[in-house]
């Protein structure tokens, strides 16, 4: 708490001076203490409109968060169902400190991400206080772990990729809120260019497009601008035919 609250009051107050964001935007949360009540409170206290999609925790003493205005709450067997609703409905994904729920949870946004099952964004780590193997970054071992997976290897004679390049390169390690902001706000301004750093096919995004507005989640202007682009050079071309 005394890490942390002043970063996100200050990441959600200048978050909305983002020209391509501004006030419209929400806090999705898991509806549970630590950092996600820090969020709650914070937003509570600016205006900022929150999200709960709580479990079931009670056993292990977390208690869930009540208070957010829109709240779903699912008990632990369901809470595959619970992260696909969380995944569905936020765009940004930030990780904080956390345990094996986390690193479960991640595992099934990231691979939401390759499944294109969400929009195509930036997936943020945020450890400021260095918890990995010697004081590094908490989840920079799981980063290297993803680029392993995505990397070619041999196995005999073939060439085998396990997982698409492009999925390690939305992942970002970051030790503060400052830095989620300036990924967030270089992403909002610009997504075809972070798409095409990332190496994301238009196919793929195309996919998750396609995807996304059958499941009817909101997609923000400056996605939907985007992906006009991202439409306008995949359509077939005329071509001439001399007779």
């Not at 390169?169 to 706000?185: E, G, K, R, S």
Request: hydrophobic content about 40%; charged content about 15%.
């Amino acid at each position: 708490e005394g890490v942390l609250t002043k970063q996100i009051h200050d990441f959600f107050e200048q978050l909305s001076s983002v020209p391509e964001i501004g006030e419209h935007f929400a806090v999705c949360h898991g509806s549970g203490p630590g950092v996600m009540k820090i969020a709650d409170d914070t937003a509570a206290d600016l205006g900022i409109l929150r999200i709960g999609v709580g479990i079931d925790s009670e056993k292990i003493g977390q208690l869930s968060n009540l208070q957010p205005p829109i709240l779903l709450n699912f008990n632990n067997s369901a809470r595959h169902m619970r992260q696909n609703i969380l995944d569905r409905t936020s765009l940004f994904k930030i990780y904080n400190i956390g345990g094996m729920g986390t690193f479960e949870e991640l595992l099934i946004a990231v691979t939401n991400l390759k499944l294109f099952e969400s929009l195509p964004a930036p997936h943020i780590f945020v450890d400021p206080f260095g918890l990995g193997e010697n004081g590094a970054h908490l989840w920079q071992s799981t980063l290297d772990q993803l680029k392993t997976v995505s990397s070619h290897k041999k196995i005999g004679s073939y060439t085998v990729r396990l997982a698409p390049a492009w999925v390690a390169n939305f992942c970002h390690v970051v030790p503060d809120y400052q830095a989620v902001l300036a990924i967030i706000a270089d992403f909002v301004h610009d997504p075809v260019s972070y798409w095409q750093q990332a190496g994301i096919s238009d196919q793929d995004l195309l996919q998750a497009w396609g995807n996304a507005l059958r499941s009817k989640v909101i997609i923000p202007p400056y996605l939907q601008q985007a992906i006009l682009v991202i439409q306008g050079r995949n359509e077939p071309k005329n071509v001439a035919c001399p007779t």
